[in-house]
């Protein structure tokens, strides 16, 4: 059980004094928090371009690249392969 002397300082301490209260209240939210964390003020549903990275040419790669021209906007795509030419697996067993 906690005494009204405790309560008193623990309702007084340098966190929970009004004049500490009202001053932080006054203050503009930070840009991000301590972790580097950014809210976006936007609506939920904005489009924005999105970096793709694919990694090979293979087929799966191909038919990506093919439905993203077909349905997709405001993509960055960037594959990376160690062949000379696309063709994955059918590339090199031939």
Known sequence: MVANADLKTLHESADNRVDANINIR???????DRHG??????PMGVKR???????????SSLN?????????????????EKNQDIGGTWLENR
Do not use: H, S
């Open 26 to 32: 006054d203050q503009p939210a930070p840009e991000t």
């Open 37 to 42: 964390y950014r809210i976006r003020e936007q």
């Open 49 to 59: 371009r999105v970096k793709v990275i694919l990694m090979g040419a293979g087929a």
């Open 64 to 80: 990506f690249f093919k439905k993203a021209e077909e349905q997709m906007e405001n993509v960055d795509i960037v594959c990376y």
